[in-house]
C-alpha cells in the first residue's frame, strides 16, 4: 500500500493508503470521496452548532430575528433566540445539546487536517461511521425531526445545494477532478504505480482539484515554523552585526584575546601575572 499525502489546501489535507497498481481513474474517485466526506463534517460541524444552540431553521420566508417579529413567537423550555434570526430558537434538552456538540466535536477531530502530523490514515468507512453517530445524535436530540429546509438534515442525507454559498467550492466531482504529482499531472489512463514507482512503502504528496485549474502550486521548501525560526535567527545575527558596527571603541585590547604576547606565554607556561 503506497501512503498518500493528499493537499487540495494547507488546510485541506489528509493521508490515506491505496494499493500502487490502482488506475488513476479509480484513486481519483476514491481520494475524491474522501474529500468531499471531509467538507461535509466541516459543514455538519458549522450548523450542527448552531442547531444545538437555537434549535431547528426556519424557512426562508420567515427568517428574521424573533424580537421583530409582526406576531408572537412561541417560546419553550429551552428557548434561545438565534442573533441571525435563521433558527427558531427551540433547542433541545441540554443533554441531548451536550451529546450532540461532543459528537460534532470528535467528527471535526477525526476529519481534521491535523491528523496528517498525528499519523493518523483517514478511511471512507471511519468518515461514514462519523457522520452516522452526527445523525443519531441529531435523532436524540429532536426526536420529531427537521424540517426538510435544515441544513443539517440536508447534509445528512447529501442532498445540499452549495452553489452560490461559501461552501459552494467544498464539493468535488470524480469526473473532473484531476491528481498532481510532482508538478505533473497523474494520467486517468495509467496506474499510480507508472508515476510513483512499484514500491508498495512510496510515500507521495499528491495535489487534488479540479480540472482547468492548471499545475497547482509547488511546494515550499519549508514549513512555516521553520521559516520563522530561520528569520528570527537572521534578525538576531543582523542586530548584533549593528551592535558591532556601531562599536568603535578600543576597549577590546584588553582583552585576553587580543594579547600580542598569549601564543608566547602559552608555550612558557607563564599565564596572567598580577603584581600587587
Known amino acids: 500500500m503506497v501512503l498518500l499525502h493528499i493537499k487540495k489546501t494547507e488546510d485541506e489535507q489528509f493521508l490515506c ?3 500502487v497498481a490502482t488506475k488513476v481513474t479509480d484513486a481519483t474517485r476514491n481520494l475524491v470521496d474522501l474529500q468531499n466526506l471531509r467538507t461535509r463534517i466541516h459543514r455538519l460541524k458549522l450548523e450542527g452548532e448552531e442547531l444545538a444552540r437555537y434549535g431547528p431553521a426556519k424557512p426562508l420566508d420567515q427568517q428574521g430575528i424573533d424580537q421583530y417579529a409582526e406576531s408572537g413567537v412561541p417560546k419553550g423550555a429551552n428557548y434561545q433566540q438565534d ?8 433547542g433541545p434538552d441540554p443533554a441531548a445539546a451536550k451529546t450532540l456538540l461532543k459528537t460534532l ?3 471535526e477531530r477525526l476529519a481534521h487536517k491535523d491528523q496528517v502530523a498525528n499519523k493518523v490514515l483517514l478511511t471512507k468507512g471511519a468518515l461514514e461511521a462519523a457522520i452516522d453517530h452526527i445523525r443519531g445524535a441529531v435523532m436524540i436530540a429532536f426526536p420529531q425531526g427537521l424540517p426538510e429546509w435544515d441544513l443539517v438534515r440536508q447534509a445528512l442525507e447529501g442532498t445540499e445545494e452549495l452553489a452560490g454559498t461559501s461552501h459552494a467550492n467544498d464539493g468535488l466531482d470524480p469526473a473532473t477532478a484531476t491528481l498532481w504529482f510532482a508538478g505533473k499531472q497523474l494520467l486517468p489512463k495509467n496506474q499510480l504505480s507508472h508515476h510513483l514507482g ?8 499528491i495535489k487534488l482539484q479540479q480540472a482547468g ?3 497547482p502550486a509547488r511546494e515550499a521548501p519549508v514549513d512555516a515554523e ?4 530561520m528569520m528570527a535567527f537572521y534578525h538576531k545575527k543582523q542586530e548584533e552585526q549593528k551592535k558591532l558596527a556601531e ?3 578600543d576597549d577590546y585590547t584588553n582583552s585576553a584575546w587580543a594579547n600580542p604576547k598569549a601564543l608566547k606565554h602559552h608555550f612558557s607556561g607563564v599565564g596572567s601575572v598580577r603584581i600587587r
Open 198 to 205: 512499484r514500491h508498495e512503502k512510496t510515500k507521495a504528496v
Open 105 to 107: 466535536a470528535d467528527a
Open 17 to 19: 493508503e491505496i494499493p
Open 83 to 90: 442573533p441571525t434570526g435563521r433558527r427558531t430558537g427551540q
Open 247 to 249: 562599536n568603535d571603541e
Open 226 to 229: 521553520t521559516q520563522k525560526a
Open 213 to 215: 485549474q492548471g499545475a
